[in-house]
């Protein structure tokens, strides 16, 4: 079994089966590169995919990448065209057996690899699974994408049952925007909102009120300089997602949930 690391540098362990380049996705690409960065402030930073058939141990960039299969039982595709209506028509973005399947899959291959990290990142729905399927061992930090039910929601498609079982456990709220120079006017729905407020970078304005929305777009439309001065805010604000800064943050964020669990067990902190 693999040590703890020494001294100031932390053990990482990323869970995320996105990792490229099996597949590139948003979740998939802050991975790799937060990964690389905590790498080169002197972290050692593991990444486990559930992803595919394969067992595949690489270094990307000082990465330490451990590829392992999905365990899944394709319960729908064996069943033929019957299996295409339990499925539904939003299957797999509302498959509960795939949430099950990625948080046991974690599970066992974390065990069998015999990892001892001292702080764990996921993502998503299946991570609150995944924590009590782990067992409370290490301290998890849960980084929240885009909730996967969202776009069928967005369309005003009803959900299935599964759908709004799945939306439910996948709800949470994601946001950051490179607003690229240019006024950003939202609703308090969207996950910008905060930033916007925070960095002066545009305007929040009531969900369902196109008043509201007409009032704080028409300033920056007829006011050119005023348009470019919220912009840049925008732009300046965008160093908040520099990704050294953001892996910088994702330190303090991991020490404060090895302090905390530390604390809980009754252990001396780090």
């Known amino acids: ?22 597949v590139w996705d948003g979740a998939g690409i802050y991975t790799a590169v937060i990964a690389g960065v905590l790498t080169a402030l002197g ?14 141990d690489e270094i990307h960039d000082g990465v330490r990448v451990h590829r392992r299969p ?32 990625l948080a046991a899959s974690y599970a066992f291959w974390l065990r069998r690899l015999g990892l001892r990290p001292d702080v764990i990142e996921t993502q998503d729905g299946d991570s609150r699974g995944l924590i009590r399927i782990l067992g409370h061992t290490y ?3 849960i980084h929240l994408h885009c909730p996967t039910m969202l776009p069928p929601r967005l369309s005003g498609e009803e959900l299935s049952w599964k759908g709004r079982v799945a939306d439910r456990v996948d709800r949470a709220v994601v946001a950051w925007a490179d607003a690229s120079g240019r006024p ?8 910008i909102a905060p930033y916007l407020e925070r960095h002066g970078a545009g305007v929040v304005v009531p969900p369902d009120d196109p008043e509201a929305l007409a009032a704080a777009l028409r300033p920056l439309l007829v006011d ?3 348009a470019v001065t919220v912009g ?21 964020v991991y020490r404060q949930a090895i302090s905390r669990f530390e604390t809980r067990r009754g252990t001396s902190p780090r």
């Open 1 to 22: 079994m693999t040590e703890p690391v020494t001294g100031d540098g932390l053990k990482i362990l990323f869970l995320c089966e996105q990792y490229p380049p099996v």
């Open 43 to 56: 972290h050692e930073v593991h990444v486990l995919c559930a992803q595919g058939r394969r067992i595949v």
């Open 70 to 101: 999905l365990l899944r039982v394709p319960a729908t595709r064996m069943l033929g065209r019957y299996g295409r209506v339990i499925a539904g028509r939003h299957h797999s973005r509302d498959s509960l057996s795939l949430r099950a399947s």
């Open 139 to 141: 301290p998890p930090v």
């Open 184 to 191: 950003v006017v939202a609703t308090a729905r969207t996950g």
């Open 224 to 226: 050119p300089g005023l």
């Open 232 to 252: 840049a805010r925008g732009r300046a604000a965008v160093a908040d997602f520099e990704p050294r800064a953001v892996a910088m943050r994702r330190e303090r």
